[in-house]
């Protein structure tokens, strides 16, 4: 069973950074794609970003985009998301996803975590 614990979320000012943390319990993280998603209060779940398993990232949605880098460490068996530049608009829970077969994406995920909030002060 792959299991995902988040951590790195928190309170910062418009303008601060924050570095999530997904933790990934597997003897197979290298085989995983990985992906991160969030959601706002009264919104629907977005697709951040993702990386495959060949490392190729792409990123859900174009406001983040030049502000948060998706990262993995393959010997840690961890994946990261740098948010840089946060906005009061990022502030949601975000989840860690993990695909064995797919790619997380707007079609779901085949593990997740159990989310971390980040709220970002205007």
């Known amino acids: 069973q792959v299991q995902l614990v988040e951590s790195g979320g928190g309170l910062v000012h418009a303008g601060g950074s924050l570095r999530l943390s997904c933790a990934v319990s597997?003897?197979?993280?290298?085989?995983?794609?990985m992906g991160w998603f969030r959601r706002a209060p009264g919104k629907a779940r977005e697709v951040v970003a993702a990386?495959?398993?060949?490392?190729?990232?792409?990123y859900g949605l174009d406001t983040v985009k030049g502000r948060f880098t998706i990262s993995r460490d393959n010997d840690k068996n961890t994946v990261y998301l740098q948010m840089n530049s946060l906005k009061p608009e990022d502030t949601a829970v975000y989840y860690c996803?993990?695909?064995?077969?797919?790619?997380?994406?707007?079609?779901?995920?085949?593990?997740w975590g159990q989310g971390t909030q980040v709220t970002v002060s205007s």
């Open positions: 996803a993990a695909g064995l077969f797919r790619v997380p994406s707007v079609r779901g995920a085949d593990y």
């Open positions: 597997t003897d197979n993280f290298s085989r995983l794609a």
């Open positions: 990386s495959n398993w060949g490392g190729t990232v792409t």
